[in-house]
């Protein structure tokens, strides 16, 4: 079984430009995740998706973040324009339903690097 | 807030010693926990996990315990094996409310298994 993709794996920018990342979940998983994981912390929900709906997305900076997926399936994030603060590994994760207990699957993660 | 916390940046274990990672949390109305490995440049994975209603659960060579008296959990490894050395990342969730599904994570822990 395949597993979570996501692309580019590394991306540098200069502040003020944007940039978008994709992300291909596991193949029937309904539920999609994407963390930023800022360095020395732990990764943190932007935003969450059962099939092609958002069910949360209370942590995403909406001024400057936006995402979308489709048709239920692949997904991108995209930052316009970014900031220094950006700089981080945005990661993506997929479960099969949207459940404390169902297991969430992750990516390799984008390493994004803001100039 | 951090509402998961693991205040132990590091722990270095001898090869088939025990190796013990801490995670403490804040908010009661979690009832679903885990524990999640990171090698470098991989996104994590799912390593073990225990629901609010249990004490304890075991795979293999890990163990997870639960205090929910002191929101306390713990993952001990034995005998932990230099392939273990990775950033281990205590997280949680609770299946009620608008969070439904959103994993909490603290800042990890970087264990080094030496020979």
């Known amino acids: 079984e395949a597993g979570v993709a996501q692309s580019p794996r590394y991306k540098i920018i200069e502040k003020r430009q944007s940039v978008a990342f994709w992300c291909n979940p596991i193949?029937?998983?309904?539920?999609l995740y994407w963390y930023q994981q800022i360095l020395g912390q732990g990764p943190k929900l932007l935003i969450q998706?059962?099939?092609?709906?958002?069910?949360?997305d209370s942590q995403l900076p909406k001024d400057r973040f936006s995402a979308e997926r489709l048709k239920g399936v692949d997904s991108t994030l995209k930052i316009q324009p970014a900031k220094l603060e950006d700089s981080a590994v945005y990661l993506c994760?997929?479960?099969?339903?949207?459940?404390?207990?169902?297991?969430?699957?992750f990516g390799p993660g984008t390493r994004l690097l803001v100039l | 807030d951090q509402q998961v916390k693991q205040n132990s940046p590091s722990l270095s274990v001898q090869e088939g010693r025990i190796s013990i990672l801490n995670c403490d949390y804040t908010n009661s109305m979690f009832d679903y926990f885990l524990w999640y490995k990171k090698y470098p440049a991989e996104g994590p994975t799912f390593l073990i996990s225990?629901?609010?209603?249990?004490d304890k659960n075991e795979d293999g060579r890990f163990t997870v315990f639960l205090n929910k008296s002191a929101k306390h959990l713990s993952l001990h490894i034995v005998p932990s094996q230099p392939g273990d050395s990775a950033v281990y990342f205590c997280a949680a969730s609770s299946d009620r409310g608008s969070t439904l599904g959103r994993l909490y994570f603290g800042r990890g822990t970087q264990l080094t298994v030496w020979p």
């Open positions: 193949s029937g998983h309904a539920t």
């Open positions: 994760a997929s479960s099969l339903f949207v459940q404390g207990a169902d297991t969430q699957y």
């Open positions: 998706f059962q099939n092609n709906g958002v069910v949360d």
């Open positions: 225990i629901s609010s209603i249990k």
